[in-house]
């Protein structure tokens, strides 16, 4: 079936570093993705998506391209603050059946001072 | 602001016992799902519904059971079947079945006293 596979954490950075947090996908058709962020203590908050090959989503400086080619949308960030500290899952949504949201298993980010 | 009230925050429930948690939206979505999210693993889904008084089990049914008696409300009760049940539970909606996005409570631990 389908499924996401993130890098694992914690990722830790200083202030002011350029991010990215790999993310690959297994799937049938053509599905959409998602990145969403989690702060300690709160849900899970839609930070950007993509629907179709080479889109390229972005919020807050963050970006994402559903690359096709290498069934991945790996997350970047230019230059992150203390405040980008969360929790960050990459989710697909089946193409076939677009009410099924898969994600993956997180990837803590530390960003220091 | 429209979004989903999930209470308690913090929820003890004793061996044997019986708890329901809440989730509440004033989005007018006509979807809401109910996750479990445990440390180092993804969202895995427990309960859907599309629909009033329509609801399907999703990965993980064994040991809970909901109701949606109302569009706004989508109560989830953890049984005594449920052996594991510590845990930090999201309620999320969206606003139709195909959306493939989802909004997100935040949240309700549980735990075993």
């Known amino acids: 079936g389908d499924s996401v596979t993130q890098m694992e954490g914690p990722v830790t950075l200083s202030e002011e570093a350029f991010l990215t947090i790999n993310c690959t996908y297994t799937a049938t058709g053509y599905p959409s993705l998602f990145w969403y962020v989690q702060y300690p203590g709160e849900g899970l908050q839609l930070l950007l998506k993509?629907?179709?090959?080479?889109d390229k989503g972005s919020n807050k400086g963050f970006e994402a391209t559903y690359r096709k080619e290498t069934t991945s949308f790996h997350l970047e960030k230019g230059s992150v603050q203390v405040s980008d500290s969360a929790v960050y899952f990459c989710a697909l949504s089946e193409s076939y059946n677009t009410d099924k949201l898969i994600f993956g298993t997180g990837t803590r980010l530390q960003v220091f001072p | 602001d429209g979004g989903i009230t999930q209470s308690p925050k913090y929820l003890f429930r004793k061996e044997g016992q019986n708890v329901t948690l809440s989730c509440e939206q004033n989005l007018n979505h006509d979807a809401m799902y109910w996750y479990r999210q445990d440390p180092g693993q993804g969202l895995r889904l427990i309960y859907y519904s599309q629909i009033v008084n329509d609801f399907q089990k999703g990965d993980i049914a064994e040991g809970y059971s909901v109701s949606r008696e109302k569009k706004e409300s989508f109560p989830l009760t953890v049984t005594s079947a449920q052996k594991n049940p510590t845990a930090f539970y999201l309620c999320?909606?969206?606003?139709?079945?195909?959306?493939?996005?989802?909004?997100f409570g935040d949240g309700t631990r549980l735990s075993i006293l």
């Open positions: 993509a629907t179709k090959a080479d």
């Open positions: 999320a909606s969206t606003p139709s079945p195909g959306a493939g996005w989802r909004h």
